[in-house]
């Protein structure tokens, strides 16, 4: 089992450390005010972490791993029905055959991803790093190294930092909003190995030449598997059939990823909160959905804030820690962020050039430090 460190592993913590240079200067008792206010934060996130280890020290392994392992498996192991319901002359059996494989690839592709992206599927690196580039590229047709770097290195160790993990690679405000938001992200499974491609010109040759084997290796597999096990007769319909599988869970994929940071604070690079403060006011969760908890994960849906505040803690994990987490914050009147995705949408399809075109504004928690 990992012990939780209380701000995280290197790249999660550091940055958004809780020692932010908020500290108020001016006479020695505006000081000691300080240095007093900053104990208490500290201890804030120190008895969280110790309320959060001892659940974690209490449970078993199946909770700790194994709920998440087999969710991840069950995706696996319903590969083959849906290959086969695909091969069927029957649109209804066809139509299951496209939901059972496309629910499949998002479980793997976004819960296992993200699983791997954090390291949670083994304890030894060299495993850690296997299961990366085989969710990450083999399955997810992007690169392992840029995913791990964006997730971990940007976006939880600078979440809502304005210019290093404030989500705005995910805007696009050439784009009109109903064009963004419904029929965008149905292209992310063609631009996610086009945006890979990309990004090899900075890698050496050796690295940039597994990626592209471990990419074609995932998509080839998939075509392969189309033509010879369910039967597609010519490549355009087999290539139709990837796509209409990838895409089945993209629009999703694009709105969880900028409901949760997106629109909430925002904070400067050199006037950063307290780690405690910069999660519970720039992280939201969602409500529970058992179509998204099970393809994204809990920690992308409804424990988003789990996650941030304690991202060594796997999907099932952050779900059991949830009540003590969210009692915690609205005991010590900080904020724990909940709203429904439909109502994130509305407010984005609304406020659509307020928060995805125009730059978000810096919010200093002065005072709340
Ligand atoms: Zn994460």
Redesign the pocket.
């Known amino acids: 089992m990992k012990s939780i460190p209380d701000e995280g592993r290197e790249g999660e913590g550091k940055g958004a450390s809780d020692t932010g240079d908020m500290a108020p200067s001016g006479s020695r008792s505006t000081e000691a005010e300080g240095m007093e206010k900053e104990e208490d934060r500290e201890s804030l996130m120190m008895e969280l972490t110790r309320l959060v280890q001892k659940v974690v020290k209490q449970s078993s392994w199946w909770e700790r791993k194994g709920i998440d392992y087999a969710i991840l498996a069950s995706a696996f192991l319903s590969l083959p029905a849906a290959f086969l319901l695909l091969g069927s002359s029957s649109g209804l059996l066809f139509a299951l055959g496209v939901l059972v494989m496309g629910t499949a690839h998002a479980i793997i592709t976004f819960k296992g991803t993200?699983l791997a992206?954090?390291g949670l599927l083994n304890e030894s690196q060299a495993w850690a790093e296997f299961w990366a580039v085989f969710f990450i590229e083999v399955c997810g047709a992007f690169t392992a190294r840029a995913g791990v770097h964006s997730?971990i290195k940007l976006h939880?160790a600078h979440t809502n930092i304005l210019g290093l993990g404030d989500s705005s690679t995910w805007r696009i405000p050439f784009l009109p909003r109903a064009v963004y938001l419904f029929l965008a992200p149905l292209t992310v499974p063609i631009l996610t190995p086009l945006v890979a491609l990309g990004m090899l010109k900075d890698y050496s040759l050796v690295h940039a030449m597994r990626t592209v084997l471990m990419v074609s290796l995932g998509l080839y597999s998939q075509y392969w598997l189309l033509v010879n096990i369910s039967g597609f007769e010519s490549p355009a319909s087999a290539l139709l059939c990837m796509l209409l599988c990838r895409a089945l869970y993209s629009m999703p994929y694009i709105h969880v990823n900028i409901f949760q940071h997106i629109g909430l604070a925002m904070f400067s690079p050199t006037r950063r909160p307290k780690r405690i403060h910069q999660m519970t006011h720039g992280v939201l969760n969602l409500p529970r959905n058992p179509v998204l908890d099970w393809t994204f994960g809990h920690?992308l849906i409804n424990c988003h804030v789990e996650?941030h505040l304690f991202?060594f803690l796997s999907d099932h994990m952050c779900l059991k820690v949830k009540p003590i987490v969210s009692r915690y914050l609205r005991e010590k009147k900080l904020p724990y962020q909940e709203e429904a995705y439909l109502s994130r949408l509305r407010l984005f399809f609304h406020k659509y050039q307020e928060l995805m075109v125009l730059a978000p504004s810096i919010t200093e928690l002065v005072g709340v430090q």
């Open positions: 993200h992206t954090h997730h939880h920690s996650h991202p």
